[in-house]
């Protein structure tokens, strides 16, 4: 079965660099959410997408956006990057109601030097 | 949002059963108990959730008390695939990790 798709899976970029994750649902599911993963640490949820509209807001930095589109998937944009971003980015996917099971993606690691 | 407490660890050898418990006394009647667990680098994978009831799948069963502020996740059998950190957690409109239960199977 398909499941969330990811990508890329890994990421490396400079301080004050520019970085676009990208995720795709499982086909129906209506509604994505974005967690971050330092190390060691535990999920963050970040923000989510129901129907293509922000639905909830979680800890995401102003210097982060995402959205979802006509497709559902959707996209997480991280500019000004800093050394504290560094870490593992999940995407989420669901049915809305009745509330289920979350599907993860394997994640992106990104790397900031 | 509401809030769960879980041991930070625990321990079990393989086949036996092993008893995780979460404390969430401050839950709503909309709430749902789910349970997810997490193997290192990986996302979170779904174990098991509930409302009421007891609820049994493939992988768990989920013990819930009657006032819903507790619940207990049993895993019948421990295997060495089962060593992870197990989170539960309460949804309503979004799902919120606490600190989770890191499970130790021993041969």
Same mark, same amino acid.
């Given at each position: 079965?398909?499941?969330?798709?990811?990508?890329?899976?890994?990421?490396?970029?400079?301080?004050?660099?520019?970085a676009t994750l990208k995720?795709?649902?499982?086909?129906?599911?209506?509604?994505?959410?974005?967690?971050?993963?330092?190390?060691?640490?535990?999920?963050?949820?970040?923000?989510?997408?129901?129907?293509?509209?922000?639905?909830?807001?979680?800890?995401?930095?102003?210097?982060?956006?995402?959205?979802?589109?006509?497709?559902?998937?959707?996209?997480?944009?991280?500019?000004?990057?800093?050394?504290?971003?560094?870490?593992?980015?999940f995407c989420a996917s669901?049915?809305?109601?009745?509330?289920?099971?979350?599907?993860?993606?394997?994640?992106?690691?990104?790397?900031?030097? | 949002?509401?809030?769960?407490?879980?041991?930070?660890?625990?321990?079990?050898?393989?086949?036996?059963?092993?008893?995780?418990p979460c404390n969430h006394?401050?839950?709503?009647?909309?709430?749902?108990?789910?349970?997810?667990?997490?193997?290192?680098?990986?996302?979170?994978?779904?174990?098991? /959730?509930?409302? =009421?009831?007891?609820?049994?799948?493939?992988?768990?069963?989920?013990? %819930? +008390?009657?006032?819903?502020?507790?619940? $207990?996740?049993?895993? /019948?059998?421990? =295997?060495?695939?089962?060593?992870?950190?197990?989170?539960?957690?309460? %949804? +309503?409109?979004?799902?919120?990790?606490? $600190?989770?239960?890191?499970?130790?199977?021993?041969?």
């Amino acid at each position: 079965a398909a499941g969330v798709i990811q990508s890329p899976r890994h990421l490396i970029k400079e301080k004050r660099e520019t970085a676009t994750l990208k995720c795709y649902p499982i086909p129906r599911h209506d509604t994505v959410y974005w967690y971050q993963q330092g190390p060691g640490q535990d999920p963050q949820f970040l923000i989510s997408f129901y129907e293509k509209m922000q639905s909830d807001k979680g800890s995401i930095p102003d210097r982060f956006s995402a959205q979802q589109f006509s497709d559902y998937h959707s996209e997480l944009n991280m500019s000004s990057l800093e050394l504290g971003d560094s870490a593992l980015y999940f995407c989420a996917s669901s049915l809305a109601s009745p509330i289920g099971e979350l599907f993860f993606g394997e994640g992106s690691r990104l790397t900031v030097l | 949002d509401a809030k769960t407490t879980q041991p930070n660890s625990m321990e079990s050898n393989e086949e036996e059963p092993v008893h995780l418990p979460c404390n969430h006394s401050t839950i709503s009647g909309t709430d749902y108990i789910h349970w997810y667990r997490q193997l290192p680098s990986q996302g979170p994978e779904y174990v098991i /959730h509930g409302l =009421t009831s007891n609820v049994n799948n493939r992988m768990a069963s989920l013990a %819930i +008390a009657e006032d819903r502020k507790s619940s $207990t996740l049993i895993l /019948h059998r421990a =295997t060495l695939r089962d060593a992870a950190v197990y989170y539960c957690i309460l %949804i +309503a409109d979004k799902l919120i990790f606490g $600190t989770g239960t890191r499970l130790q199977v021993f041969p």
